[in-house]
């Protein structure tokens, strides 16, 4: 049974930075961990992927050069580093397993692979960019 834990969200002002943390428990090694988020009256967006299995990511064309996801030294501990925010990137922002093996981060910029492929769900972590 995997479990997510997510933290590190808050208030920050443009051009702020946050680190946010998604600790996963009950899961195999080779697991795909993505972030995604939720702006106000928007819908779910993925934001980065990561392949626990060869380093291979993803990521939204709008966060490029900004936000860097990574795992610690074979710990169970996914990071999404978010750096030079700006008011849109205000979200909750949430962490998810890929619900079965293979090369899911390869398939984000195809449009084969969504949200619905990911699951369980950590709790969300509100990120809030504002002056």
């Known amino acids: 049974q995997v479990q997510l834990v997510e933290s590190g969200g808050g208030l920050v002002q443009p051009g702020g930075s946050l680190t946010l943390s998604c600790v996963v428990s009950?899961?195999?090694?080779?697991?795909?961990i993505g972030w995604f988020r939720r702006a106000p009256g928007m819908e779910r967006e993925a934001v980065s992927c990561?392949?626990?299995?060869?380093?291979?990511?993803y990521y939204l064309d709008s966060v490029k050069g900004r936000f860097t996801t990574s795992r610690n030294n074979g710990g169970n501990t996914v990071y999404l580093q978010l750096n030079g925010l700006k008011s849109e990137d205000t979200a909750v922002y949430s962490c998810?397993?890929?619900?079965?093996?293979?090369?899911?981060?390869?398939?984000?910029?195809?449009?084969?692979?969504?949200?619905?492929?990911?699951?369980?769900w950590g709790q969300g972590t509100q990120v809030t960019v504002s002056s």
């Open positions: 998810a397993t890929a619900k079965y093996l293979g090369p899911i981060c390869s398939y984000f910029s195809t449009g084969a692979v969504s949200q619905d492929d990911f699951g369980p």
């Open positions: 009950g899961f195999a090694s080779d697991f795909t």
């Open positions: 990561l392949s626990m299995t060869d380093g291979t990511t």
